[in-house]
């Protein structure tokens, strides 16, 4: 196929300019996924692709912006993995199961989400798509803990901020601790303190509920 023609439309010949992109964005979240940012040449994901770089830079200005687009594109997908949402169980319930299926999770879960954080300190694009993940995701739990709050699942003297950022945190770290190769704990073990930090964040006997008497 000509590298010229592919490169002025940017596209390969027979496939929309849409479905192109698309064929770049999949290739790219493999890549990425699979060899990490920095180890991840234009030409490997162009060619994954089938095209030719000058047909990917008419799609996308850098690797940077690349790797922005997977994360909003598919990325988005593993970053909602890390959550769960079930309108039958309470916010405490729901907070409880999200850290217990934690220190199980499987290395290749969430590694576009790991690769963007890694490539969100050296580049102020991916930076700032990643900012925008990680605080709706945020503010996805602070509304959790404060649906707990007025349900009296929750101490209501906790900060819904306080207790959503102490998950999201965990939710990251179990991200990187697989990546690392740190042996795994006993999954009896985790649930038992997961479900005791549970307990812990309940509203106290010597407090009132919201809307009960003191």
């Not at 694009?125 to 007025?150: F, K, N, Y």
Request: aromatic share 4%; proline share 5%; glycine share 12%.
């Amino acid at each position: 196929m000509n590298g010229r023609l592919i490169a002025a439309v940017g596209r390969v010949t027979g496939v929309t300019a849409a479905e192109t992109r698309e064929r770049l964005l999949r290739a790219a979240a493999h890549a990425f996924q699979t060899q990490g940012f920095e180890g991840t040449r234009v030409a490997d994901i162009a060619g994954a692709a089938g095209v030719s770089n000058g047909a990917l830079y008419s799609h996308f200005g850098s690797k940077a912006e690349l790797l922005a687009e997977a994360l909003r594109d598919h990325g988005s997908h593993e970053l909602a993995s890390l959550f769960l949402d079930d309108p039958e169980h309470s916010a405490l319930d729901l907070l409880v199961t999200l850290g217990e299926g934690l220190a199980g999770r499987p290395r290749e879960h969430g590694a576009l989400v790991l690769e963007s954080l890694v490539a969100a300190r050296r580049d102020h694009d991916v930076a700032q798509m990643m900012g925008g993940h990680l605080r709706q995701r945020d503010d996805w739990l602070g509304e959790i803990v404060r649906r707990g709050q007025a349900d009296g699942d929750i101490d209501a003297a906790l900060s819904p901020e306080a207790l959503s950022r102490y998950c999201l945190m965990l939710l990251l770290g179990s991200l990187l601790l697989p990546a690392a190769g740190l042996p795994p704990v006993d999954e009896g073990e985790w649930t038992r303190l997961i479900d005791r930090l549970g307990e812990a964040v309940r509203p106290r006997d010597d407090e009132p509920t919201p809307g009960g008497e003191p």
